[in-house]
């Protein structure tokens, strides 16, 4: 598994962008992927994660309702589409693969990307 994110950048408050998360080796179709945010000084958080089938999804409560993550196993991709964006969401985000077909805890998640930088302006 070798994940890259992509699809950062400056976006105002309210608005809308959809991040990208590719397995350059196409392996991760039986693993769960979640995506993180970081901001310095605070501990990473999982904002959200889904199933290789796509049937089991996690959202924490600081992006539920706003965010939604989707996966299409035949680009072997993972998004993000992030809508009604805050101030407070601005972080550096990157995405993980589990060893499992499901995880929702930061525990589980043993494959790591670079991350891409979004910031909402407020």
């Known amino acids: 598994v070798q994940l890259q994110a992509s699809g950062g950048g400056l976006v105002q408050a309210g608005g809308s962008l959809r991040l990208a998360c590719s397995d350059s080796?196409?392996?991760?179709?039986?693993?769960?992927v979640g995506w993180f945010r970081r901001v310095p000084g605070k501990e990473r958080e999982l904002v959200a994660s889904?199933?290789?089938?796509?049937?089991?999804?996690y959202y924490s409560d600081s992006v539920q309702g706003r965010f939604i993550i989707t996966r299409d196993s035949a680009r072997s991709t993972v998004y993000l589409e992030m809508n009604s964006l805050k101030s407070e969401d601005t972080a550096n985000y990157y995405c993980a693969a589990a060893r499992s077909s499901y995880c929702a805890n930061s525990d589980c998640f043993a494959y790591w990307g670079q991350g891409t930088q979004v910031t909402v302006s407020s």
């Open positions: 889904i199933s290789w089938r796509s049937d089991r999804i």
């Open positions: 080796r196409r392996t991760f179709n039986n693993n769960a």
